[in-house]
């Protein structure tokens, strides 16, 4: 974890940003010894935001299946795509 003080953007931006990209992490800005900001490269966030929207997906369908939707093993998956493939032909 990469933490520096926020007068460090107006100095070390170009540093900042490296740390960033290169590694992928986030790096923490402090004010007054206190946390203020996160930095992250776009690369970094579309992949947070992927895997948090993932995890909601995952436990929005964990929610339904508990509630009592039906549920479907791959052999049904398979055999409905079948089912379809052969109604085209």
């Known amino acids: 974890m990469v933490i520096k003080p926020t007068t460090a953007l107006r100095t070390e931006l170009g540093e900042i ?3 960033c990209k290169e ?3 986030p790096v923490y ?3 007054n ?3 203020e900001l996160v930095v992250m490269s776009i690369a970094a966030y579309e992949r947070r935001e992927a895997m948090l929207n993932l995890r909601a997906k995952l436990l929005e369908a964990e929610q339904q299946r508990l509630n009592g939707t039906p549920t479907y093993t791959t052999d049904d998956v398979r055999g409905y795509i ?3 493939h052969h ?3």
């Open 82 to 84: 079948r089912g379809l």
């Open 33 to 35: 010894g206190e946390g």
């Open 29 to 31: 800005l402090t004010k």
């Open 17 to 19: 940003t490296r740390i």
């Open 87 to 89: 109604e085209q032909a």
């Open 23 to 25: 590694k992928s992490e």
